[in-house]
């Protein structure tokens, strides 16, 4: 699973179903860190969790990981800031490059985000102190660097009453420099709910063009326009766990729900599915909306009239393929195959599932992946080219 988001670290919507796929299997992804993290997505050693890969940082480059993997290969983790600031480069590690790591976690283990950020000045000037410190440091008569007195080194001080950045703020960084909520998912609370009444985001599909679904999920952004009529209309993106959508809202029903639309808010929407831009071409699959709420709303009116909501409408669109692909690997350390089997996945990607299937026939690991494939000859016949007939299957 490391290896498939690292492989997928710049494709946010595949990163957030083998997430989802990981939680499932019991499988934990955690934020970044300096004393844990490598470049690539990594497991932690002896835990059943997965360490995010500090390159998928946004602004955050390559250069930047290699000086902090290079500090810590020399002298073992990290033991605080003090100890950080003293051993990493930071005209490497630069400004931009420790506000994303600090805003998605990766000193987490030393201080508080907001009081990071807060002295983020502080910790630039602190290391740089020292760099000088020890490019002015006396030699022997060897060029060796003589060992300075610790009561000689400058304290790093941090101002503590600084301003606190709430929860959903730091959710929204994480957002934004991951691509996607990592610590907690703002729909946490309402999972059970949505699940039960509305379509996954994922599930809705160019070939839906024209159907009626409910669809829920947490604002990401509101585009508002005015038409040339002088009216206001407004397109908003909304994400659930499995990927995002576009909301279409013509003046009328934007007129009657403006004060709803806000980031960071989690709503339940019926519409239509539209394919189709005003010409008749296919274009971005989006939902025409014709009502909204909010879903601590929804969820007290499902309460309150039970009878009413407790089937929702056109939430069973979605094609369901009952047949899985399984496919048995005899040797799963087989980078090229692996790879030629990514590939092959990815050309015939369709509605059905797809099954690993690892190990020795007595001590058997299943692993379903986040892909799907077209359950047809030609697929089965590539998958079979690849593995061996014999280790194909299609039930």
């Not at 002896?46 to 993997?69: C, H, P, Q, S, W």
């Not at 959903?168 to 957002?175: C, D, I, K, P, S």
């Not at 009116?301 to 393929?321: A, C, G, I, L």
Request: hydrophobic share 35%; proline share 4%.
């Amino acid at each position: 699973m490391a290896a498939l988001m690292t492989s997928d670290y710049d494709n946010t919507d595949r990163l957030a179903i083998e997430i989802n796929e990981c939680k499932h299997m019991g499988m934990e992804v955690m934020p970044p860190d300096v004393n844990e993290s490598f470049v690539e997505f990594a497991i932690v050693p002896g835990e059943n969790k997965i360490r995010f890969g500090m390159n998928a940082v946004k602004n955050v480059g390559t250069a930047a990981v290699e000086e902090i993997l290079r500090a810590r290969n020399a002298d073992g983790k990290f033991k605080d800031l003090e100890d950080f600031f003293k051993r990493v480069n930071t005209s490497v590690v630069n400004r931009k490059a420790l506000d994303s790591l600090v805003k998605t976690g990766a000193f987490d283990s030393f201080e508080d985000r907001s009081v990071l950020l807060g002295n983020l000045e502080v910790l630039l000037a602190y290391s740089s102190r020292i760099q000088k410190q020890k490019l002015s440091g006396q030699t022997d008569l060897f060029g060796n660097e003589l060992e300075t007195d610790a009561q000689q080194l400058p304290k790093l001080l941090l101002d503590k009453s600084v301003e606190l950045h709430s929860p959903a703020e730091q959710l929204q960084w994480e957002r934004e420099l991951l691509g996607l909520y990592l610590s907690q998912h703002p729909l946490k609370d309402h999972e059970e709910m949505l699940a039960k009444h509305t379509n996954p985001l994922n599930s809705i599909k160019p070939e839906h063009d024209g159907v009626q679904v409910t669809v829920g999920g947490v604002i990401v952004d509101v585009r508002e326009i005015t038409t040339k009529n002088g009216q206001r209309m407004a397109f908003v993106k909304i994400a659930d766990v499995t990927s995002e959508i576009e909301l279409l809202l013509f003046p009328g029903t934007y007129e009657k729900t403006t004060d709803l639309w806000k980031r960071d808010k989690v709503i339940i929407a019926k519409g239509k599915v539209t394919s189709r831009d005003k010409n008749g071409s296919a274009s971005e699959t989006k939902i025409l909306v014709g009502s909204a709420e909010e879903a601590a709303q929804f969820k007290t009116s499902t309460r309150s009239k039970p009878k009413k909501q407790s089937k929702p409408q056109d939430t069973t669109h979605v094609p369901q393929m009952p047949k899985k692909v399984y496919i048995r690997l005899e040797n799963s350390e087989d980078q090229d195959m692996l790879l030629s089997l990514r590939q092959t996945i990815d050309q015939y990607q369709g509605n059905t599932e797809v099954v690993l299937v690892l190990g020795q026939p007595d001590n058997k690991q299943i692993i379903k992946l986040p892909m799907k494939v077209q359950d047809n000859e030609e697929t089965l016949s590539r998958l079979q080219d690849l593995v061996g007939a014999l280790n194909v299957k299609i039930q």
